[in-house]
């Protein structure tokens, strides 16, 4: 063989293997762009309107982002209705089914543990959300996070605009003008560490403030709308003394207690909320609450994307987030009254 004809066939053989990389690198990008991410959502219970919120934001927020990435995006809602039980068969299902992340709103949070430990053996990381694990679970893997927002603040602001309204107007607040708040409260999950929290220091800041408070009534309505209107009703029929004010650890529960007030036709209460749901600050604007704290369901549900986006893009994009202790994500509070 000749040098021209060598030269040819060398230069020939470089064409060949370079078409042939060529085919495999963009078969290879075709794969990734063609992927189906697979995100599983777990929520202690689905009629929880605070809850249902989040996830209504997080559906709509995956079909942008499936647009404007031309990918699909799975996400699968399952509804443990208030059963540990049925939530760790749904994470094991996706655990299984080789999900990317698995979200949790976990509903017994002593139970993570077991979850921790079954996710971290498939590789897959967990974010819980909303419904906080013990501390000492969330170091038993480094796949493990957590968004949520400080039950502390929110009830230091649920006192803090109770102040504020009694400062503009206090016969809204003290209606008997007797110098004493008459009030009852509606707790949230006996023993839940947020049930706890929003009691003590709603009552401990309005106390700080000066003023001079006195509970008539008070029980665990499990944040639930109905439980709450049952308890109002109760107490409304049976309480010798005026009640006030109504202190509410969550939205749905003043909402019940609103539609007690309603339902046996009494005069106004001042009710307050905490959590800023769509219902809770519609009542707010007609007047059937006094107030409640937002924590902004559109910007929990981003920023649950963005964690679940970034876990699944690998580490180095986890690392670009702002993350307390490399595994909190704290979603702000603000005032709607």
């Known amino acids: 063989m000749n040098q021209k004809k060598r030269y040819l066939l060398i230069i020939t053989i470089?064409?060949?293997c370079f078409l042939l990389f060529k085919n495999y690198i963009n078969t290879d990008l075709k794969h990734e762009e063609n992927k189906v991410v697979k995100i599983g959502v777990c929520t202690y219970k689905a009629s929880d309107t605070f809850i249902a919120s989040i996830v209504t934001e997080l559906e709509k927020i995956i079909k942008e982002e499936e647009q404007l990435r031309e990918t699909t995006i799975k996400l699968d809602i399952s509804d443990a209705k208030e059963s540990q039980l049925t939530q760790n068969e749904q994470v094991q299902k996706y655990i299984a089914l080789d999900y990317d992340v698995i979200c949790v709103n976990i509903v017994d949070r002593t139970s993570a543990a077991s979850l921790i430990d079954q996710a971290a053996s498939a590789q897959i990381p967990l974010v819980f959300?909303?419904?906080?694990?013990?501390e000492e679970d969330m170091y038993r893997s480094d796949s493990v996070y957590y968004i949520g927002s400080n039950a502390k603040e929110s009830a230091i602001?649920?006192?803090?605009?109770?102040?504020?309204?009694?400062?503009?107007?206090?016969?809204?607040?003290?209606?008997?003008?007797?110098?004493?708040?008459?009030?009852?409260?509606?707790?949230?999950?006996?023993?839940?560490?947020?049930?706890?929290?929003?009691?003590?220091?709603?009552i401990k800041t309005l106390e700080e403030k000066g003023l001079e408070l006195k509970r008539v009534a008070g029980w665990c309505a499990n944040f639930d709308r109905n439980q709450a209107a049952a308890l109002v009703e109760q107490w409304?029929?049976?309480?010798?003394?005026?009640?006030?004010?109504?202190l509410s650890n969550n939205d749905d529960m003043a909402l019940g207690a609103a539609d007690a007030i309603e339902k046996l036709?009494?005069?106004?209460?001042?009710?307050?909320g905490i959590d800023g749901t769509p219902q809770g600050r519609e009542a707010v604007d007609k007047g059937t609450l006094l107030g409640t704290v937002v924590s902004d369901q559109k910007l929990y549900a981003r920023q649950i994307f963005t964690l679940c986006d970034a876990l699944i893009k690998g580490e180095e994009f986890v690392d670009q987030l702002e993350l307390e202790d490399n595994k909190y994500m704290w979603m702000p509070w603000g005032k709607y009254i």
Not at 129 to 134: A, D, G, K, L, S
Not at 157 to 166: C, F, N, P, S, V
Not at 183 to 194: F, K, P, T, V
Not at 265 to 272: F, T
């Open 157 to 202: 602001m649920q006192g803090e605009l109770i102040i504020e309204a009694y400062k503009q107007n206090p016969e809204l607040i003290d209606k008997n003008q007797n110098g004493i708040i008459e009030y009852a409260i509606l707790e949230g999950e006996a023993g839940h560490q947020d049930t706890v929290i929003r009691t003590e220091y709603a």
């Open 129 to 134: 959300f909303n419904r906080q694990p013990v």
């Open 14 to 16: 470089v064409f060949v």
């Open 265 to 272: 036709e009494g005069e106004s209460i001042a009710i307050v």
């Open 236 to 246: 409304l029929s049976h309480e010798q003394e005026e009640i006030e004010l109504i």
